[in-house]
């Protein structure tokens, strides 16, 4: 059964950078979509990224465009985002997960599409 396990968050400064990795294990990950998705404290879980399956295509959320970058790299099993000019609205617990979908759809930030989820990071972003 696949498994995923985040890490890389931790605190930041207003205007810092992290990347974020999303390690698979116990199934190949070229067979699967991976989602970021991310929880703040009193709020719901928000979609901020996907990576699709097929041919690498990306989605971002409004709120996370033109700061993060996802890419993937099977040989690794591991899916990254890469998180530049953070604010303390990006605080939150960020969770990636895994749709197992066809190569050619295109991945999609509802987490309702997603079978296997990790544990969670929790990124703090402050001064």
């Known amino acids: 059964q696949l498994q995923l396990m985040e890490s890389g968050g931790g605190l930041v400064q207003p205007g810092g950078s992290l990347r974020l990795s999303c390690r698979a294990s116990?199934?190949?990950?070229?067979?699967?979509?991976i989602g970021w998705f991310r929880q703040a404290p009193g709020k719901e879980r928000e979609g901020i990224s996907c990576?699709?399956?097929?041919?690498?295509?990306?989605l971002y959320a409004g709120s996370v465009k033109g700061r993060f970058t996802v890419s993937r790299d099977n040989a690794k099993n591991t899916v990254y985002l890469q998180m530049i000019s953070l604010k303390p609205d990006d605080t939150a617990v960020y969770y990636c997960?895994?749709?197992?979908?066809?190569?050619?759809?295109?991945?999609?930030?509802?987490?309702?599409?997603?079978?296997?989820w990790g544990q969670g990071t929790q990124v703090t972003v402050s001064s």
């Open positions: 116990g199934f190949p990950l070229d067979y699967y979509a």
């Open positions: 990576i699709s399956n097929g041919d690498g295509a990306a």
């Open positions: 997960a895994a749709d197992r979908a066809p190569s050619f759809r295109l991945c999609t930030v509802r987490d309702a599409q997603y079978e296997n």
